[in-house]
């Protein structure tokens, strides 16, 4: 099979690698019908983050079972199949308790810009789609898989409620799943910092009533005006450097929860801000295997399309061209298809 190869930094080739096979009876091997280009595959990509070695590249995925391990009884082949970037047995106490992402038995998904990809521990990773699904919903249920969950987790770490005053901080595909996600959960006003007209225009079809252009204290000052002072009263930070957690914490109400799902480069969080600020700071590598019944069925319905978001979509094999579109700015985010 080919699939997506980082050798280096920017150096993205489609080429030639083993055919994955079944390695324990719990895998799944399932055939890519869509994967995508996450912005967290930009931190290798860009060198900021070091590789070892050749790396296959993609954890976002939507596939059909080709065949699983002789124990696996929950997906069977022929089906179609969203699964999250975290392989996780759903049985454990952290899986139970809705940290999928924290499981005892978690195992990396990776490769999936592929014709093939090998899926650890498939009955607790992959949920199947209730049937065949039409093309058009083939971008959405896709999303499923990170980003879109990773969206909603921010909502759900950042306790959105009917009525709320919600602010997004971050204008990438997670931060616009992260207005989606406060919408659906009853926000009366969305608030989104973003200077990118395109990203802006997404996110007021998503839900978002405001839009903040400033940065900083001028960003920080700008949410207090539209809130009487007081601050928001959810926070979803999306981006994952100093600045925006600040600009988070900052804009927090007292007592408000900021969800942070951006990964942290050089953040640090002062105990005694958090202190006098009443502000609670959740976050992590989101368990979208949780929220993937849900938002599956929030699809099927035409209730969310989430598949919005992909504004470049490019056959598998030109995958290095989604890497520099994203890497330029040119896409927010680009869609593979085999
Ligand atoms: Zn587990």
Same mark, same amino acid.
């Given at each position: 099979?080919?699939?997506?190869?980082?050798?280096?930094?920017?150096?993205?080739?489609?080429?030639?690698?083993?055919?994955?096979?079944?390695?324990?009876?719990?895998?799944?091997?399932?055939?890519?019908?869509?994967?995508?280009?996450?912005?967290?595959?930009?931190?290798?990509?860009?060198?900021?983050?070091?590789?070892?070695?050749?790396?296959?590249?993609?954890?976002?995925?939507?596939?059909?079972? =080709? !065949?699983?391990? /002789?124990? *696996?009884?929950? &997906? +069977?082949?022929?089906?179609?199949?969203? %699964?999250?970037?975290?392989?996780?047995?759903?049985?454990?106490?952290?899986?139970?308790?809705?940290?999928?992402?924290?499981?005892?038995?978690?195992?990396?998904?990776?490769?999936?810009?592929?014709?093939?990809?090998?899926?650890?521990?498939?009955?607790?990773?992959?949920?199947?789609?209730?049937?065949?699904?039409?093309?058009?919903?083939?971008?959405?249920?896709?999303?499923?898989?990170?980003?879109?969950?990773?969206?909603?987790?921010?909502?759900?770490?950042?306790?959105?409620?009917?009525?709320?005053?919600?602010?997004?901080?971050?204008?990438?595909?997670?931060?616009?799943?992260?207005?989606?996600?406060?919408?659906?959960?009853?926000?009366?006003?969305?608030?989104?910092?973003?200077?990118?007209?395109?990203?802006?225009?997404?996110?007021?079809?998503?839900?978002?009533?405001?839009?903040?252009? =400033? !940065?900083?204290? /001028?960003? *920080?000052?700008? &949410? +207090?005006?539209?809130?009487?002072?007081? %601050?928001?009263?959810?926070?979803?930070?999306?981006?994952?450097?100093?600045?925006?957690?600040?600009?988070?914490?900052?804009?927090?109400?007292?007592?408000?929860?900021?969800?942070?799902?951006?990964?942290?480069?050089?953040?640090?969080?002062?105990?005694?801000?958090?202190?006098?600020?009443?502000?609670?700071?959740?976050?992590?590598?989101?368990?979208?295997?949780?929220?993937?019944?849900?938002?599956?069925?929030?699809?099927?319905?035409?209730?969310?399309?989430?598949?919005?978001?992909?504004?470049?979509?490019?056959?598998?094999?030109?995958?290095?061209?989604?890497?520099?579109?994203?890497?330029?700015?040119?896409?927010?985010?680009?869609?593979?298809?085999?």
């Amino acid at each position: 099979m080919r699939g997506a190869v980082l050798h280096g930094p920017r150096d993205i080739r489609f080429e030639e690698r083993p055919d994955p096979e079944i390695q324990a009876p719990t895998d799944a091997i399932i055939r890519i019908v869509a994967a995508c280009v996450c912005g967290s595959d930009l931190w290798p990509y860009r060198g900021i983050n070091k590789i070892n070695g050749p790396m296959p590249m993609g954890h976002e995925y939507l596939g059909v079972v =080709e !065949r699983v391990g /002789d124990e *696996v009884t929950s &997906v +069977r082949p022929g089906q179609y199949v969203i %699964g999250s970037f975290v392989a996780s047995d759903n049985t454990c106490p952290h899986c139970l308790a809705g940290f999928q992402t924290a499981c005892v038995h978690r195992e990396p998904v990776s490769g999936a810009q592929a014709d093939f990809l090998r899926v650890p521990l498939a009955d607790g990773t992959l949920v199947a789609t209730p049937g065949e699904p039409t093309p058009e919903m083939i971008p959405s249920l896709l999303t499923l898989s990170d980003v879109m969950g990773t969206g909603w987790f921010a909502a759900v770490a950042a306790r959105v409620e009917p009525g709320m005053t919600v602010l997004v901080v971050g204008d990438g595909a997670v931060g616009l799943h992260g207005v989606l996600a406060a919408n659906q959960k009853g926000a009366a006003r969305i608030i989104t910092m973003s200077r990118h007209e395109p990203r802006q225009k997404q996110a007021i079809e998503y839900g978002a009533t405001d839009v903040i252009t =400033e !940065r900083g204290d /001028d960003g *920080v000052a700008k &949410v +207090r005006e539209l809130t009487d002072g007081v %601050g928001a009263d959810a926070v979803l930070e999306c981006v994952g450097t100093a600045e925006s957690m600040q600009q988070a914490i900052k804009s927090a109400r007292a007592g408000a929860h900021v969800g942070f799902v951006g990964v942290p480069h050089d953040v640090h969080i002062d105990g005694i801000q958090l202190f006098r600020t009443h502000v609670a700071v959740h976050g992590g590598p989101a368990p979208v295997r949780q929220y993937l019944p849900e938002l599956i069925d929030l699809v099927w319905k035409g209730e969310i399309n989430p598949g919005r978001v992909f504004d470049l979509t490019l056959p598998l094999d030109q995958a290095a061209e989604g890497y520099r579109a994203m890497d330029e700015r040119r896409a927010i985010k680009s869609l593979l298809l085999p």
